[in-house]
């Protein structure tokens, strides 16, 4: 059985997209797992060996929208309806921070909180997140047969490139698109 590391956008992967989630005070009424998603990853765990870990940047809190709080609560939260439905995240990494050129591009337009703008970050598609996964999970690269990456942006796309692994754009696609998918790997 092939083993498989599946790392997982939050946003417009595994949840329905919202701007900024967290933002607002009823958070958990606007998520809303994505469907197709979610029956893919049952349907890969059922025919491989997964681990499944989830790599997201926030930008909601160098933005001041939300804290590191509000992420790490909303995190447990998706976790507890992934439990539901036998989905096991191993792992949860976000990136709260944005660089010194995006700060200095947009500082006129957002009122940024300075504590989380960086001259270097870890946000996709920076491999980092990646690394501290597997870092926190005790493995290697090597361990894993294939490395799969679900996401929704061209983030997700150049983070997948950078970390060598095989892509899968969730974006629009229903369940059957998704297995079409897998057959490729």
Do not use: H
Not at 46 to 58: D, L, M, T
Not at 127 to 145: A, G, T, V
């Amino acid at each position: 059985m092939k083993e498989l590391l599946v790392c997982l956008d939050r946003d417009g992967t595994l949840i329905e997209k919202v701007d900024f989630l967290g933002k607002n005070n009823n958070w958990k009424e606007e998520i809303k797992l994505n469907k197709s998603v979610v029956d893919f990853l049952k349907y890969i765990q059922s025919n491989y060996k997964c681990i499944f870990i989830v790599i997201s940047n926030q930008g909601g809190v160098v933005r001041g929208y939300f804290d590191c709080n509000r992420v790490k609560e909303i995190n447990g939260f998706i976790d507890s309806l992934l439990k539901k439905q036998s989905i096991f995240m191993e792992n949860w990494q976000y990136c709260p921070d944005a660089d010194l050129e995006f700060y200095e591009k947009n500082k006129d337009k957002i009122d940024f909180n300075l504590k989380y703008v960086k001259q270097k970050t870890k946000r996709k598609p920076n491999p980092e997140m990646f690394y501290d996964s597997l870092k926190n999970l005790n493995k290697k690269i090597q361990d894993f047969d294939q490395i799969l990456v679900l996401g929704d942006s061209e983030d997700d796309k150049l983070f997948a490139k950078n970390i060598n692994a095989f892509f899968i754009d969730v974006n629009n696609k229903e369940y059957d698109e998704l297995l079409t998918e897998i057959e490729n790997i």
